[in-house]
């Protein structure tokens, strides 16, 4: 039978065996556990902006596969709203834009997802606009700090010169689950246009929007990390 002294110690050795695992998690997977839901924009029918044979849907579809697998490499569990070219709506659906949002946010928050990124690419009239930026909904207090936190990672690693903003669009105002619109560059500038459709390009954007995220995720729980 094992005295009080030695079952002291095997206690003692299993804590710090279960709070050795918990540093390591910490340090190596970041996002261990948490559930994110990537979203990239439009799909099927819709293809967003354009530039000749270049679609947006086709390349938030390539960002967000990357992405997909950027936040996986860091313990997260993700899933995406689409992962081929589809279009979301029903066919019982009068207004298919209107269902395809809908079931994007349904999608959202069936995943019980800690955090959703919806992957765009911006056009503006003015070809000289560039820069990757973020935009969040009030809808939910953490939405800015999660875009100020994946805004600071496009300024320190793409010298990105824009700024978050807010938007009122349908999705991001209609659902309380953390989250942000990202977009990724500007199609209408010729620069950002070969930018955002190079896959090195993409890993890149996508590292950034990692670091962004792990950053939000430390400052939320900042009592489960060691910095």
Known sequence: MLSNKTKSIMIMIIFLLIFSM???SAKTLPL????ITIDPGHGGRDSGALYGKILEKDINLEISKILSDELTKNGAIVYMTRESDIDLSSIYDSRKK?????????????????????????????????????????????????????????KDRLNSQRDIKKTDLYLYKNITTPGVLIECGYLSNATERKLVTD????????????EGVIFYWKTLNKEKYVL
Do not use: C, P
């Open 22 to 24: 918990q540093f390591i």
């Open 32 to 35: 261990i556990g948490t559930i």
């Open 98 to 154: 209107r269902g395809d949002l809908y079931r994007r946010i349904i999608s959202i928050k069936n995943n019980k997802s800690d955090l959703y990124l919806s992957i765009h690419i911006n056009w503006y009239d003015n070809s000289n606009y560039r820069g990757a930026e973020v935009l969040y909904n009030s809808i939910n207090k953490n939405n800015k700090i999660l875009a100020e936190a994946i805004m600071n990672q496009f």
């Open 199 to 210: 896959e090195n390009y993409q890993r890149k954007l996508s590292k950034a929007i990692t």
